[in-house]
DNA sequence: ATGAATACGAAACGTACCGTAGCGTAAAAG
DNA sequence: CTTTTACGCTACGGTACGTTTCGTATTCAT
């Protein structure tokens, strides 16, 4: 490892797996994501996976990196208007990655810390700071009351995408984020009602509906 | 069944596998629930216990049932107090059951639509209904604006609980909550100074802090 | 060129836990 | 006293994990 020596990694082998768990977990979700069956289908040996990842649990996570490593945090300015895009953007990417398997992946980190703690830099966290940069540059910009607790709101928006993806009938309506976004401001925001009145002339979003 | 024909259940059986069940749930959490394990430490046969419940799922479920049937909902009147009140007690509920054993159970559910129903029912719908009461007779009582939608504002604030716990460094501690439905009530209320007034009015709660 | 180090594939292995089945015995109803 | 059901015991089949062994291939270092 350190030197160069001996037979360099094959780095197709690397490709094929990450690929195949992609697609694997897309179709079946992260019980899917069975080592065996996953080489099978990369047309490469058991050993091999596992000479790179120590697990399928890191197998995965390593696949998710890629996909959700950065959530675009959008900065228009308008307040409403960017929490709005954040937390749409997060629904949409927590969809993508499917109820059933987020769900696993949380249980599977609930006995090693470092596996939690993997899963929370990887796929949680990501939207979540884009949401806190919204809200930081929000407050910088005098929109927020300063005492507000920034992390703390960060929270309920995030939750809220979060639970209602992994226990509620449905995920988030873009209508009902705008919906939570705005009563929540009410409470934390200098001028709410300026700040709707901003919003409302950016309204080139969505035509429909 | 029908007739009372045969030998009978014991009904101590019943008594014991719950009971050692919920020990081992609070000591290892779900992964811990291992029929044969439960059976042995409950001085019963496998078979006794997969003849009362189809799997290791439905049986911690049972357990469950017995311990978070119903939260107990305050209802002062006065609307802060209440939510906040019905907050703390589902946050309590919750921590007492364990983030890893919460997100393993929802995992579990995730194939399941059954299983996850039954998850739903049992332990995670009784606390929502709760906080939706608590929300009702406010908005009864006239402190809520009338077109506030109820069941998203249930899922606002249950959803925070619950993401804290399995996912956040620490479960919502009251003065996170109190926070939190201020600011939100600040948002969905007709006269939120004047609920603040009244809540401070019965603040003989924690004289601490 | 030769040898150490590493990667690859194939196969077998050990472990854990699931849920089921057969069998002999015990306890109730009719 | 026969039927029905419960109970315990034991064994089984199944799935998936992660490990190990072994023979072969590939590269670097000397």
Redesign the interface.
């Known amino acids: 490892m350190t030197t160069g020596r001996g037979r360099p990694r094959d780095a197709q082998i690397d490709a094929a797996v990450l690929q195949v768990t992609a697609e694997v977990l897309d179709q079946q ?1 992260y ?1 899917g994501v069975v080592i065996e069956d996953v080489a099978r289908r990369a047309g490469v040996s058991k050993t091999a996976v596992y000479r790179r990842w120590p697990n399928r649990y890191r197998l995965t996570i390593a696949v998710l990196e890629d996909r959700l490593g950065r959530i675009g945090a959008p900065s228009t300015g308008c307040t409403l208007c960017d929490l709005h895009e954040c937390l749409v953007l997060t629904t949409d990417a927590f969809c993508r990655l499917g ?3 987020l ?2 992946l ?6 090693d810390p470092s596996a939690h703690q993997h899963l ?1 830099e990887a796929v ?1 966290d990501p939207p979540r700071q884009a949401v806190h940069r919204t809200l930081f540059e929000a407050r910088e910009r005098g929109d927020l009351r300063s005492e ?2 920034l992390p ?2 960060v ?2 928006l ?3 995408v ?3 993806l ?3 009938a449905d995920p988030m309506s873009p209508e ?1 984020i705008e ?2 976004v ?7 925001a200098t001028d709410a009602d300026a700040l709707l009145r901003e919003a409302a002339g950016h309204e080139e979003h969505q035509p429909q509906s």
């Open positions: 979700g019980r109820a059933g398997t769900a696993q949380i249980a599977e980190g609930g006995d929370t949680l507000v607790d703390l709101v929270d309920a995030s939750s809220l979060f639970y209602r992994l226990l509620g009902e919906a939570v705005i009563a929540l401001l009410r409470g934390i």
